[in-house]
């Protein structure tokens, strides 16, 4: 029997996440995600996902130095920016083009082309933002991290401490989430042994679909649409009456509280005791309570939690990020689960080939054109 979208159909298995969604535990590579997430660098959780353990402090120095060196784009992949900016194209397309094009810079190999997408990913997404302003590309830093160099691409400069390490527990916490949509079509893309970069481009082309994509702006336009603490009640019973969905509350999977919002929640906390805007802070936290509290009335049959685009756009809005660069920061991540699924769907070597259940009609008889 057919079932509707797969849900709930066991595809393949892996190593890298568990997705726990009974109890809302989320587990990277054996680690829980609340203990990896906010202490490792994002260079450290690639090289668990990719090599199946923490490294050490030689191995990590080599993996940081590998990454730096391959940030700088083809100047095909450059050109073709410059001409989506010029078109204004939204982020996620020119991420999605630019990604194909990454096969001009001579890499062959599934792990050269896992290095090159990761090292990649920030420096598109930053170049092409720039653009957009009417200004230069920066050159890429080598001699710094992966989250630092992510954040001088967009801003120039050399980031706070606080301000990378807001990024990077952000990375970290969404590089992997089980068998989502875009995980699952680049395994797919990669069974039919084509390379990395296809299989990264087309995880890009479902990402950017709403429907997985999220919608961490909206999540932070409600927060601003209330404005302050003594219209948030009448705001959210508005809403609700009129049937409308509260942008950062409740997940398809979890059926409780999202972990990851749990990890968002205690970074932007962190984040905010020392940068960003702390009334900007004060007021969404009071407002995901009042909100919980209307939906449990609301919806007493339904658990309706806080999920990760409610933090993600308090966090990422905090560290300067525009909301167009929202999803796109998400890939930047996320980058780290996809190759990683690739190279593990490359191990396993099978092609992923479901059936379909035919619903159609039988037994028509062809009639010439000249009789129909």
């Known amino acids: 029997m057919a079932v509707a979208g797969l849900e709930g159909v066991v595809a393949t298995s892996t190593h890298l996440s568990k997705v726990d969604v009974a109890a809302g535990r989320l587990t990277l590579a054996g680690y829980a995600a609340e203990e990896l997430a906010p202490q490792a660098s994002f260079e450290e959780v690639v090289h668990l996902y990719w090599r199946g353990a923490l490294p050490r402090e030689a191995e990590l120095a080599e993996l940081r130095r590998e990454l730096a060196a391959r940030r700088a784009l083809p100047a095909a992949t450059l050109d073709l920016l410059r001409a989506a900016a010029s078109a204004k194209v939204p982020a996620m397309d020119a991420l999605r ?16 082309e896992a290095m090159a997408l990761v090292a990649a990913f920030p420096t598109i997404v930053g170049s092409y933002w720039r653009l957009l302003q009417g200004e230069e590309p920066l050159p890429p830093r080598t001699d710094l991290g992966h989250a630092a160099s992510f954040l001088h691409q967009i801003f120039g400069g050399e980031p706070a401490p606080e301000r990378t390490r807001g990024l990077e527990t952000y990375l970290n916490t969404v590089s992997d989430h089980g068998l989502n949509a875009s995980t699952f079509t680049a395994r797919v893309i990669v069974s039919t042994r084509s390379d990395l970069i296809s299989a990264l481009t087309g995880a890009v082309g479902a990402l950017k679909g709403p429907l997985h994509g999220g919608a961490p702006g909206p999540a932070l336009d409600l927060v601003f649409e209330i404005g302050s603490i003594d219209r948030a009640e009448a705001v959210l019973r508005a809403k609700l009456a009129a049937g409308e969905r509260l942008m950062g509350f409740g997940h398809r999977v979890y059926r409780v509280r999202d972990p990851r919002a749990d990890i968002l929640a205690a970074a932007a906390e962190r984040f905010f005791a020392t940068e960003g805007d702390r009334e900007l802070y004060s007021l969404a936290r009071q407002v995901e ?6 939906l449990a009335e609301h919806k007493p049959d339904r658990v309706l939690a806080t999920n990760v685009e409610f933090y993600t756009a308090l966090l990422l809005h905090g560290l300067g990020l525009p909301t167009p660069l929202f999803t796109p920061a998400f890939a930047v991540g996320r980058a780290a689960g996809w190759t990683a699924h690739a190279l593990e769907q490359l191990r396993e070597g099978r092609l992923i080939r479901p059936e379909s259940e035919y619903l159609g009609e039988t037994g028509r008889t062809y009639v010439p054109l000249a009789a129909r």
Request: hydrophobic share 50%.
């Open 97 to 112: 083009m630019a990604a194909g094009s990454l096969s001009l810079s001579g890499v062959s190999g599934a792990e050269e």
């Open 289 to 294: 309570g009042v909100a919980l509290r209307l």
